[in-house]
């Protein structure tokens, strides 16, 4: 038998025929594009009406799952529904009003779309910076651009705090990042949006001083305030406090205890070891040393 037998007059308008496709189960076509189009075999159907604006496609192969595949567009791109055994995934979509998309390892709801979106997920495979870890679970809230919020749970995070982290911003006034263990990111203002994001994230870093008053970072190594517009700095580490008040004050370690402090851009200077004094100094001068 013939592999395919299709027709065609004033191809693309008007096609008709069976195509055996390589199978036992061939398909017929009838097709007066754009107007309408219908294809269908013993396990599927295809329709179409003014494509693309309406289309219905079928799974019916009784040894797909429970439901088949399937999708609808009644119109594209206003509505949409499917399902797809083969992800185990449904959505529907009500575009711009609602949208929502379902499988085992994701949940996804959006609404007066692109403003506000819920999402929740499960990490199965690691990106390039290893983050999120593979099995932990996420859930995120969007009210685009003004509010971002999102939380990761590690393997655990039950019966250990420290394995949630939170990442929070409430554009353009603040934003907030813990965890997981020690990290801690806050600052006041934060006028990047979508700064989580790995697009803007090297730009918040780069320029984020320009505009925040006041920023708290914390690690297992250090903790550290900076203010109006990073020009004020109080930095407590293994090596010691370092201050840095411009024009004022300024305070830095020099290791062993010992700390250095420098009063109206260096006219006074005087050294301290684990708080008691020991050097005093006027314009470069030692006026007493112990």
């Known amino acids: 038998a013939l592999r395919t ?3 065609t007059v004033l191809w693309p308008f ?3 025929g069976i195509d055996h496709d390589d199978t036992e189960s061939s398909s017929e076509r009838l097709s007066f594009w754009p107007l309408f189009s219908t294809e269908r075999s013993d396990s599927w159907s295809r329709k179409t009406v003014l494509w693309p604006f309406f289309r219905f ?3 019916t192969d009784p040894a ?3 439901g088949g595949d399937w999708f609808t567009d009644a119109p594209w791109p206003f509505y949409r529904s499917w399902q797809d055994s083969t992800k185990s995934e449904t959505g529907l979509w009500l575009w711009p009003a609602y949208m929502r998309r ?3 390892d994701a949940r996804s709801r959006i609404y007066a779309w692109p403003f506000v979106w ?3 997920w499960i990490t199965r495979e ?3 910076d290893g983050w999120p870890p593979v099995g932990s679970e996420t859930d995120a809230v969007d009210v685009i651009p003004f509010w971002h919020g999102q939380q990761t749970r590690l393997a655990g995070s039950d019966e250990d705090p420290d394995k949630i982290a939170d990442n929070r911003q409430f554009w353009p006034l603040a934003h907030s990042e813990t965890g997981p263990g020690t990290h801690e990111d806050e600052a006041f203002l934060s006028l990047m949006p ?3 994001t790995e697009l803007l994230r090297p730009a918040d870093e780069l320029y984020s001083f320009l505009w925040t008053l006041a920023r708290k970072r914390r690690n297992e190594r250090a903790t550290e305030f900076r203010y109006l517009f990073d020009t004020t700095l109080h930095r407590r580490s293994e090596a010691g406090l370092r201050v840095s008040i411009p024009f004022l004050y300024g305070r830095r370690p020099e290791g062993d205890g010992l700390g250095r402090h420098q009063l109206l851009w260096g006219l006074v200077t005087w050294r301290t070891r684990e708080g008691s004094l020991e050097r005093i100094g006027l314009l470069g001068v030692n006026l007493w040393e112990r």
């Open 5 to 7: 037998d299709q027709h």
């Open 14 to 16: 008007f096609t008709w």
């Open 57 to 59: 496609n079928r799974e």
């Open 64 to 66: 797909v799952a429970e």
């Open 102 to 104: 379902d499988n085992p």
């Open 118 to 120: 819920n999402r929740s």
């Open 126 to 128: 690691v990106d390039g």
């Open 194 to 196: 979508f700064r989580h």
